[in-house]
């Protein structure tokens, strides 16, 4: 299996389109980082209109932990994309080529041609993350400095402590590892079905959209489905960056405010998952390969 992942990794690192990817979250983080090394202090006073009339807000409030939050905000709804390019060309990429009977061939069996693939995707989306996470963090935190993180919520103001920021941050990658491996198990699954990358994409990315929509709807009939679509769930990072407070008000450091929500949250994407998984590995050892 070890040697099939090699030659997974291989055919996925040797096509140019997989460092499209690569190239477009540098090109996007960096555009971000300079526009707001640029324009950076009206768009922190316009962040803080309402408040700076009751409060004295002193600091380097733009960060480098701040930017990074707002990067992970503008980006982490597009990376998907990225993320199907490769995950819904795995299966229907060797179907296209007609090189996926000859792979059959070989003495392994299907279970594990599907399980080294979806590890191969996985490997591909974890090593994007990172490359990410590196550009949007570190490279904020050497251009930006570093200081306590404000955290604007819809009815109240969240102070982070730069002591205690570094975990959230590496908390909330992992949990978006969680949602990108999402997609990635929903595009795996679709290119099983497909001769050609196309479709899987195209409806990878059309079920995104329209379950992103009955995520954000907030009308009665669509909130029972809600707890069910893993769109409403992909968003469970930002959990990592609101904290409980002391009868005084005051943030308690280490602490996560709705930590049960975040868990619950990132249960149901593994469950997502190891579900398309199992439903992958079951419909293509039903499969007739005709190509």
Known sequence: MWKLLQIELF????????YISFAAIACLVLIIQFGLKVDGQLYIEFMLRDLSASFDITGNIL?????????????????????TLIAADLISGEANMGTLRLLLTKPVSRTEVVLTKF????????????????????????????DDMLNLKSGYIVQLKSNDI?????????????????VAALGFFLSIFAEN???PIVTTMSIIVVFTILSTLDIPIFNSMKPFLFTTHMIGWKG???????????????SIQNLGKVMQAAGVLVLHIIGLLVASVIVFKKKDILS
């Open 11 to 18: 055919k996925i690192f040797k096509r140019p389109r997989t």
């Open 166 to 182: 570094l975990w959230r941050y590496v908390c909330a990658f992992c949990f978006a590892a969680l949602s990108m491996l999402t």
């Open 63 to 83: 960060n480098g932990y701040l930017v990074c939050f707002i990067i992970l905000q503008l980006l982490l709804v597009h990376v998907p994309l990225l993320i």
């Open 119 to 146: 590890l191969a995707a996985t490997i591909y989306t974890l090593l994007l993350l990172i490359f990410m996470a590196v550009l949007a963090l570190f490279v904020s935190m050497a251009l930006f400095g570093t």
């Open 197 to 199: 990358s196309i479709g």
């Open 240 to 254: 990592f960056f609101d904290v409980k407070v002391n009868p005084d008000n005051e943030a308690i450091v280490g």
